[in-house]
């Protein structure tokens, strides 16, 4: 009986390394990996084809629920810049790494731990994490196209532009702008020069920079290539509404930090006020706040105050 079960077994043996040595020779595992990376590389040109025709109609083509479910984390993606920073990486991929991660992260934990729960909130975590990451990189990325959209400008200003040399001024000023403008100015020459459709170049273009001061800008640029109008006339329009843009917020920001530090101020002046009535009745204020009309009466004025702090710190953030 024991020589069966050896025969089996190396039967079985001799069948997996004659398969796994089919499998190699075939280039199978390889050319499936390479089918499946070009079968999401196309879904990701594809999900960049309907958003811009859904832009550009207008959204008078009713989308999927897929695609209306993905077109904001897809977004996030884009403006993250994720996939200038790791070529090749598309959103599909980026999309697939964090389920099969989450996946691969909750079969780790439940081995270890044994517990269901635990490796959910494992693979949540992952994933809540590599969003916050998306997030942050986006909000820079943001940061950094608002604070040099006057020297994009200014540096477009200073050519005299035509339609036919726009993409080389592009990628000339290209290279004294941090990114994300430097590399969306480079990726645009390139996306015009294979296309040969300046205007869809642009749009591209426009569509990875969350900045709605810089698409309209694009989106002017596009309106003079189309008529032939003075770029220099656009130029020096959008300065001007993005430096009134600008002081206009260096003003918000200025009454918001006002009335913070006029909080401050009445925190500060309460906290005393109530340590020296505190010592003065030989008492917990506490007990005075909770238990008596008065205490009561001075809570709300209190908490009036600071509603209304809030209220205009808000405001003056709009």
């Not at 916050?132 to 200014?154: D, T």
């Not at 640029?221 to 770029?231: F, L, R, T």
């Not at 009309?293 to 004025?301: N, R, V, Y």
Request: with cysteine.
């Amino acid at each position: 009986m024991i020589y069966i079960k050896a025969l089996i077994f190396i039967l079985l043996g001799l069948s997996f390394i004659g398969f796994f040595y089919y499998i190699r020779k075939k280039n199978l595992f390889k050319n499936k990996l390479k089918e499946a990376y070009q079968a999401l590389d196309a879904a990701s040109a594809e999900r960049i084809r309907s958003a811009k025709k859904n832009s550009m109609m207008q959204d008078d083509i009713e989308q999927t629920t897929i695609n209306r479910i993905l077109e904001k984390p897809a977004k996030t993606f884009i403006y993250s810049g994720l996939g200038h920073k790791f070529p090749g990486l598309t959103f599909e991929i980026w999309f697939l790494g964090q389920i099969i991660g989450a996946a691969i992260l909750y079969f780790i934990v439940y081995a270890v731990l044994k517990s269901a729960a635990a490796g959910c909130a494992a693979a949540g975590l992952f994933i809540a994490l590599l969003k916050i990451m998306e997030m942050l990189l986006a909000a820079g990325n943001y940061k950094s196209v608002e604070e040099n959209l006057i020297k994009f400008l200014n540096l477009l200003g200073s050519y005299s532009i035509t339609a036919g040399e726009l993409t080389s001024v592009f990628r000339q000023i290209s290279r004294f702008l941090p990114d994300p403008l430097g590399y969306v100015l480079e990726e645009f020459y390139y996306d015009a020069q294979i296309s040969g459709n300046m205007q869809s170049a642009l749009y591209y273009m426009s569509d990875k920079i969350e900045n709605p001061a810089f698409k309209d800008i694009i989106r002017n640029i596009e309106i003079c290539a189309d008529y032939s109008a003075d770029y220099k006339e656009i130029v020096n329009s959008s300065r001007k509404i993005i430096q009134d843009e600008q002081k206009a917020k260096k003003e918000r920001k200025s009454i918001a930090n006002e009335y913070i530090l006029n909080m401050l101020i009445v925190s500060v002046m309460l906290a005393v006020s109530f340590a020296i009535l505190g010592n003065l009745l030989q008492t917990s204020i506490l007990d005075i706040i909770l238990h008596t009309a008065a205490g009561k009466a001075c809570t709300a004025a209190a908490a009036a105050i600071y509603i209304y702090f809030f209220i205009g710190v808000f405001h003056s953030e709009k």
